[in-house]
């Protein structure tokens, strides 16, 4: 044999070595991930998303055994971390998860395939912007939440908290970044996140451009919706905030915007306006003051 037939011959079998470990680590992590979905509730979690997670309540039946599985397998996969002084508890790692899961019941999991690390500090923290033009100069600003394209969704447990309790305020956090997870898979954050069919993206651009533009409008004239304004700042955050209110305020976002309510049914394959409770507010959301990513 020549010195190219060599190379050639040993080049396939580097190839065929490569291929066969990941397709060995491909069903290992499958075949894990099965067995981690029928396990039942860890010890202490119905107590914690019982007293935290208060849409728990009112999921279907059929639901919360997938949402048990799906939690096994998000804690088993992504890694916690405390930041500015806060300890790592159950408490805080279960209702995270349990509330990034509802995310993806009813439907085939992806399980955030990015996400690497959930980054949790006491309290609202302060990030940089950096910007760039005739020079560089950043800007600091307080966060109740992120999620970064890189691999990592950070928060603030207080505002987890609070938003998780009150299913009537239409903001919560957690389903706010996590919906920025999901548009993140296919690329960077534009609205936009992986459909089941491509032929699903023209109703999905038609229906969420004219549901942006008419927030923008109703903002612009300080006008009130179910939907927070701070969907206006680009349509990545419209599809966030549209999360938000479809999971906390299903009925009121499906009487107010019907076509959009069906596109996030569509989507997220579930009917939250069929088991959600009738919503106590006192009209529809203006302001929340908020900066989130």
């Not at 209702?95 to 996400?115: D, G, H």
């Not at 076509?259 to 069929?274: F, I, N, S, T, V």
């Amino acid at each position: 044999m020549t010195t190219n037939q060599i190379l050639t011959v040993l080049s396939f079998f580097v190839v065929m070595f490569v291929l066969g470990m990941l397709l060995r680590q491909w069903f290992g992590r499958q075949k894990r991930r099965r067995m981690l979905m029928v396990r039942p509730a860890g010890q202490g979690w119905l107590e914690i998303i019982e007293r935290n997670v208060a849409i728990f309540k009112y999921l279907p039946a059929e639901y919360r055994q997938q949402l048990f599985g799906l939690m096994h397998v998000f804690l088993a996969e992504k890694r916690f971390e405390g930041c500015g002084g806060l300890e790592m508890t159950d408490e805080i790692k279960v209702t995270i998860a349990a509330q990034a899961c509802i995310l993806m019941l009813n439907r085939e999991p992806t399980f955030y395939p990015k996400l690497k690390s959930i980054l949790v500090y006491p309290h609202a923290y302060v990030a940089s912007n950096s910007y760039s033009g005739a020079g560089m100069f950043s800007e600091a600003s307080a966060r109740l939440g992120e999620s970064w394209g890189g691999g990592t969704v950070v928060l603030a447990w207080d505002h987890v908290r609070q938003g998780v309790m009150d299913l009537n305020d239409g903001h919560n956090v957690v389903f706010h970044e996590f919906a920025h997870q999901l548009d993140q898979e296919n690329g960077p954050a534009d609205g936009a996140p992986d459909l089941e069919h491509r032929s699903s993206y023209i109703a999905w651009a038609r229906v969420m451009h004219k549901e942006y533009d008419s927030l923008c409008d109703k903002a612009e004239r300080h006008r009130r919706d179910v939907l927070s304004d701070y969907g206006t700042t680009n349509p990545a955050e419209f599809f966030a905030v549209a999360t938000e209110a479809f999971f906390e305020k299903g009925r009121h976002l499906q009487k107010k915007h019907p076509e959009l309510y069906e596109e996030l049914k569509e989507y997220y394959q579930m009917d939250p306006a069929a088991w959600l409770p009738r919503n106590r507010t006192n009209g529809d959301r203006h302001n929340n003051h908020r900066h989130r990513k």
